[in-house]
C-alpha cells in the first residue's frame, strides 16, 4: 500500500481540525476606515480587508458620484472573545451618529490559520 505524503495529508481535513471564528464585516463612510482598522488591531484582529462599496440603506450617504466611492466595507475575522470587543467598541456613544452597519457571522476555519 502506498504511503500518504505529508502534502497529502495537510489537504484531508475533519471537522475536528477546525475552530470556531466570527467574521465582522463593517459598512461605514470611507474617512472611520484608518480609526477603525486601528482599533481592531488593538482589540486583537491579526488582520483585515477593505474595499470600496456603494449602495443605499436606512441611513444613506450622499456621494459625489465623480468623487470615487465615499464608503469602505471592512471584514475581519476573529476569535469570539475579540468579535465581543470590536462589537463593543462599535456600540460606543461615538458611533451612535456615524454611518456605521455592522454584521457578525459565526464561521469554521482550519486550526492552522492564527485569528
Given amino acids: 500500500m502506498p504511503r500518504s ?3 497529502e495529508r495537510s489537504c484531508t481535513s475533519t471537522m475536528s481540525d477546525f475552530i470556531s471564528g466570527r467574521r ?3 459598512v461605514t463612510h470611507n474617512r ?3 480609526t477603525l482598522v486601528n482599533q481592531f488591531a488593538h482589540l486583537g484582529a491579526k488582520g483585515y480587508t477593505a474595499m470600496d462599496c456603494r449602495g ?3 441611513h444613506e450617504l450622499l456621494q459625489d458620484v ?3 466611492a465615499t464608503r469602505v466595507r471592512i471584514e475581519v475575522i476573529v ?3 475579540v468579535a465581543d470587543a470590536i462589537i463593543a467598541y462599535l456600540e460606543e456613544p461615538q458611533f451612535s451618529h ?3 452597519m455592522v454584521t457578525v457571522e459565526t464561521l469554521e476555519v482550519p486550526a492552522s490559520m492564527e485569528i
Fill in 98 to 100: 456615524q454611518p456605521v
Fill in 5 to 7: 505524503t505529508s502534502q
Fill in 24 to 26: 465582522i464585516t463593517v
Fill in 66 to 68: 465623480f468623487a470615487g
Fill in 79 to 81: 476569535r469570539a472573545e
Fill in 56 to 58: 443605499k440603506g436606512e
Fill in 32 to 34: 472611520l476606515e484608518e
